[in-house]
């Protein structure tokens, strides 16, 4: 398969793209596995009239994101190939004139998006993370043409099936294994990767691993599997409480949590929990936003208390977050300051006798969430989304000597998660009537 002049891949991904048959790419984060295997899907296209490449994501936004990189790769290299009119490209599909396709499915949350596709390719993104059906779902759309699997992950843990197959026991796939360290400090200089941007994601590489614990960098970065992370709600779990729908009307006693979206960038999310009464919550809304500024997520809030009139609002708003600010303004508006409160990830919370616990607050909401749906106590919305975001989330055991032992959670999709532990922990307060004045 020839390069194409315009671009220049890194030596891996040169292997990849020379490489046929059966892939398994493990990498840290920000690599360019994606982009890669979106580069690969685009020349196998061209090179194979009549064939079919079918992608699957864990979320539409994802899926959509493949596409995207796909039609950008063709639009610079083989653009008088793309198909116009009737067939012109979609946000889910792309045609060529020599009759090859592509298609990009969201999985859903059994896999069963995909059923009834045959393909000659089957590229699958975020690869730890796929539920196991749709593993039993997927692989058979290549069981007549004899097909190949491409699969992308950075790991999650030694469990699933992306995991056996990177241990490829019956040598079926050709396994890369790519840290980003790898990646930043080898990268051939170019009008795109500069002596400047590399030094920045060099700081950038030392400043997260100052931050983090050398089980967390070692699984993002350095694209490790190990066993003292695991998933902190269990696939069976999350399948046994995500059972919910949204109500016909609205109903009292209600509490929202907010996770606000940092600078813009993040995705933010409003969370509504009911108490049924004193052991049943129910997740009766989830309102996910994209790049809202923080005057927006005030007027949501406002908005969201005129229609829902909360028992409690929580938010992020510790010292130096971006919640710090909306909280003022919440304080000031007669509708919300006396429902206002701030939960901030880091304080401490206090014990019965009212001194300071060595854990911090965010475990607690995270553990009394956890504690809540094995028991049974809570549903949860049936949402992909929300589900995916639960299946972000780790959790590991930091062991220092002559220290007790903490827990440590975290995930990078975690936003829909934050904004309902948030909301649980005000519904399952006995709150008093008091309030801060603002004058």
């Not at 500024?293 to 130096?320: C, P």
């Not at 616990?357 to 929300?386: P, S, V």
Request: proline share 2%.
């Amino acid at each position: 398969m020839k390069e194409i002049k315009q671009i220049t891949h890194d030596i891996w991904q040169k292997e990849i793209l020379e490489h046929k048959g059966h892939i398994v790419l493990c990498t840290g984060r920000q690599v360019g596995k994606t982009t890669i295997f979106a580069h690969k899907a685009a020349e196998y296209l061209v090179e194979h009239p009549n064939s079919r490449i079918i992608v699957v994501s864990l979320t539409e936004d994802q899926a959509q994101l493949i596409i995207i990189m796909i039609l950008t790769y063709l639009e610079q290299n083989h653009r008088s190939l793309i198909a116009r009119k009737k067939k012109a490209p979609t946000k889910s599909s792309i045609t060529l004139n020599n009759g090859a396709k592509v298609i990009s499915r969201p999985v859903g949350n059994t896999g069963d998006a995909v059923r009834g596709f045959t393909g000659d390719v089957l590229i699958v993104d975020e690869a730890s993370r796929m539920p196991e059906t749709m593993w039993t779902a997927a692989k058979p759309t290549l069981l007549t043409t004899g097909g190949e699997i491409w699969m992308s992950s950075t790991p999650h843990g030694k469990q699933g099936y992306f995991w056996e197959c990177f241990q490829n026991k019956n040598n079926r796939f050709k396994v890369f294994h790519i840290s980003s360290e790898e990646v930043i400090h080898k990268r051939e200089i170019s009008e795109v990767w500069t002596e400047l941007r590399r030094e920045a994601s060099i700081r950038i590489l030392e400043e997260e691993k100052a931050d983090m614990s050398e089980l967390v960098y070692a699984q993002e970065y350095l694209g490790l599997f190990l066993d003292d992370l695991r998933q902190m709600f269990s696939d069976q779990l999350i399948d046994r409480i995500c059972k919910g729908k949204r109500p016909e009307v609205r109903t009292k006693d209600c509490f929202l949590g907010c996770d606000i979206a940092r600078m813009g960038r993040d995705q933010g999310t409003y969370e509504i929990i009911h108490r049924r009464d004193k052991d049943r919550l129910i997740h009766v809304e989830n309102i996910v936003t994209e790049k809202q500024l923080t005057t927006a997520t005030y007027d949501k809030i406002v908005e969201l208390e005129a229609i829902w009139n909360f028992r409690k609002i929580g938010i992020d708003a510790g010292s130096g977050s971006l919640g710090v600010g909306i909280l003022d303004f919440l304080l000031r508006e007669p509708t919300t300051k006396r429902k206002v409160i701030a939960l901030n990830n880091l304080q401490r919370s206090l014990d019965h006798l009212g001194e300071r616990k060595r854990g911090l607050l965010k475990e607690d909401m995270y553990l009394l969430l956890l504690a809540l749906m094995e028991k049974g106590h809570i549903t949860l919305l049936e949402d992909t989304n929300l589900r995916h975001s639960l299946k972000s989330v780790q959790m590991e055991y930091v062991i220092k000597e002559g220290q007790p032992t903490k827990i440590r959670i975290f995930g990078k999709n975690a936003h829909i998660v934050e904004g309902i532990v948030r909301a649980v922990w005000l519904a399952n307060q006995k709150h008093l009537n008091s309030f801060v004045s603002w004058c």
